[in-house]
């Protein structure tokens, strides 16, 4: 192969299945990493689900409601619900957090990292082209579709708090952009000229030059990232309590056992010998030290 055919080799890629799974592990990954989110989804695992849909869909859910389309369309891909709600079971539910904890090894977060931003580039030149289609010469509408479909999740940032109970205001992704919105924005804009060839460059060299672009500038932040949250500690909950929301009853019956057994003394993820009282999780109390 040439090397003025690597360009046009690289447009014509296939998201499906694995630029497509990068994705959904980097959002879920993402989403997993904000504050509370880990007790929403012990407390309420609909709704952590519902959140990690918005986060992987929020762009096709965005730029639908923009154009006048039904916004619950991205759930008719039902192979790609099927493959982003696997994604988001093994990395909230996944015993002794395996998944995540391989998804921080630094190699591993750094590829799905720039796979996504792959992503990010396809999202928004189909969401201009589908804005072209409906609407010809709209220039403004052509730009605002392709920005929602390439960075809906964080526009949507607000409404996808409110799921998990959290109302930020001043998170508003309008007066505070993030990284990924500006870019999304400037690529939208570059997109959007060359669809209407103010632009004098081939569509797939602008597409494999801004690819390149998004992930050169993506991986040095998301490798502090990784490292930070590498060194942050794991909740101190019993094995398998966090993670399984089935495992409730399980638990109840061997902490009645080992109450019988051996007292209310369980082994945590601390190396520490403490009481655990399940009253609030459960609805039990340990015998021998919650007795009134």
């Known amino acids: 192969m040439e090397l003025w055919q690597v360009p046009l080799?690289?447009?014509?890629?296939?998201?499906f299945p694995f630029f497509d799974l990068a994705h959904y592990v980097a959002s879920i990954l993402a989403l997993k990493?904000?504050?509370?989110?880990?007790?929403?989804?012990?407390?309420s695992p609909l709704a952590c689900w519902f959140s990690a849909m918005l986060y992987c869909f929020g762009g096709s859910v965005l730029s639908s409601l923009m154009l006048g389309e039904p916004p619950v369309a991205f759930l008719a891909k039902t192979i790609n619900i099927l493959l982003a709600s696997s994604?988001?079971?093994?990395?909230?539910?996944?015993?002794e957090d395996i998944v995540y904890r391989c998804f921080s090894f630094l190699p591993l977060r750094l590829l799905v990292a720039?796979?996504?931003?792959?992503?990010?580039?396809?999202?928004?030149?189909?969401?201009?082209?589908?804005?072209?289609?409906?609407?010809?010469d709209a220039w403004l509408i052509m730009v605002a579709v392709g920005w929602a479909r390439g960075a809906g999740g964080g526009l949507i940032s607000n409404f996808e708090q409110l799921v998990r109970g959290v109302w930020k205001p001043e998170t508003n992704e309008l007066?505070?952009?993030?990284?990924?919105?500006?870019?999304?924005?400037i690529g939208a804009v570059l997109f959007t000229l060359q669809q209407r060839q103010y632009l004098p460059i081939a569509r797939h060299n602008l597409v494999f030059l801004y690819t390149i672009f998004l992930v050169?500038?993506?991986?040095?932040?998301?490798?502090?990232?990784?490292?930070?949250?590498?060194?942050?500690?794991?909740?101190?909950?019993?094995?398998?309590?966090?993670?399984?929301?089935?495992?409730?009853?399980?638990?109840?019956?061997?902490?009645?056992?080992l109450t019988n057994r051996s007292g209310c003394w369980l082994y945590l993820h601390q190396?520490?010998?403490?009481?655990?009282?399940?009253?609030?999780?459960?609805?039990?109390?340990?015998?021998?030290?919650?007795?009134p």
């Open 216 to 257: 050169v500038f993506k991986l040095p932040g998301q490798k502090s990232r990784a490292l930070v949250h590498a060194e942050a500690p794991f909740p101190a909950v019993p094995w398998g309590y966090e993670y399984l929301p089935a495992s409730k009853t399980l638990l109840k019956l061997l902490l009645n056992w």
């Open 271 to 291: 190396k520490s010998w403490r009481t655990w009282k399940m009253e609030d999780n459960i609805g039990m109390s340990c015998l021998c030290c919650c007795r």
């Open 33 to 43: 990493e904000q504050r509370g989110v880990v007790e929403v989804s012990v407390r």
């Open 9 to 15: 080799s690289f447009s014509r890629l296939r998201m």
């Open 114 to 136: 720039g796979m996504k931003e792959v992503t990010r580039t396809w999202k928004i030149t189909d969401g201009i082209a589908h804005a072209d289609f409906l609407y010809k």
């Open 87 to 95: 994604v988001w079971y093994l990395v909230f539910y996944c015993p």
């Open 175 to 185: 007066l505070q952009m993030s990284y990924p919105v500006k870019v999304t924005l």
